[in-house]
């Protein structure tokens, strides 16, 4: 992150490059059960990022000594395709992507009942498709529901979402230009029902009043996008059912 004093990120109407106020989220919408083959799987647009997550399991965990004797271990591979960003990246795993893989396990194994299922493996995998700032907290998002889809059994979802600062403001969900020309990006992953957090991350400098107020802005935007997920779940669910419902009148 680099300051770029020819850009200015906040015009003069207080408002950001995207018209966006301080507080305010780029629009997100989530589609569960979208992947046929999968056992759970949801796809996620979050401003221009698009995010497809596909869970399996719980499976028989290969190579057997891998297998934990007392508990299943949570897998997750965050992939970005080569065509995500606009200079083309080289495909197959970075430091960077195997260390956002590491962290979505580490997170997801805090919801996960995972002592109900020793020796297997719950499998996640998360591709971007097209990356725009925030696709890590995108692609826990997006997770979350691809494990509920799965109907496997967890304490609740995770949501996430970022703060950062530009030009000297604390900002909601940082976009691609604020991302690369702003002072912090400060992403947060909660459990939204007990406020848990199981992911949090600071790059760039805030003081202590600047920080509390990141995680007020991105705690707040969580519980948002939890309702986006519960809803998500929902309309793939009461359209099954519905379904259901048709078939038992036509008996």
Not at 221 to 227: G, Q
Request: proline share 4%; hydrophobic share 40%.
């Amino acid at each position: 992150m680099g300051m770029d004093s020819d850009i200015k990120l906040i015009d003069e109407n207080g408002l950001r490059l995207d018209g966006r106020k301080f507080d305010e989220l780029r629009e997100i919408k989530i589609e569960a059960g979208v992947l046929q083959r999968a056992d759970g799987s949801a796809y996620l647009t979050w401003g221009e990022n698009k995010v497809m997550a596909a869970v399996y399991g719980p499976r028989e965990l290969h190579p057997r000594h891998a297998q934990n004797p007392s508990k299943a271990v949570v897998q997750a591979r965050y992939n970005m395709a080569a065509f995500s960003v606009s200079d083309r990246k080289r495909p197959g795993p970075d430091r960077r992507s195997v260390e956002i893989s590491k962290l979505i396990s580490e997170a997801l194994e805090e919801i996960v009942f995972v002592e109900q299922f020793p020796r297997a493996a719950v499998d996640v995998f998360i591709e971007v498709l097209e990356a725009s700032a925030g696709t890590r907290c995108a692609a826990l998002t997006a997770a979350s529901v691809a494990l509920a889809d799965a109907g496997i059994p967890m304490s609740d979802m995770i949501a996430s979402c970022a703060a950062g600062k530009i030009d000297g403001h604390v900002v909601l969900d940082l976009g691609q230009k604020e991302d690369n020309f702003g002072e912090a990006d400060v992403p947060l992953a909660i459990v939204p029902r007990t406020d848990k957090v199981t992911l949090l991350q600071m790059d760039g400098d805030l003081t202590t009043e600047e920080f509390d107020k990141a995680m007020e802005l991105a705690v707040g935007a969580c519980k948002e996008i939890y309702e986006i997920q519960r809803d998500a779940l929902k309309r793939r669910y009461s359209t099954s059912l519905e379904g259901y419902e048709d078939f038992e009148e036509d008996e």
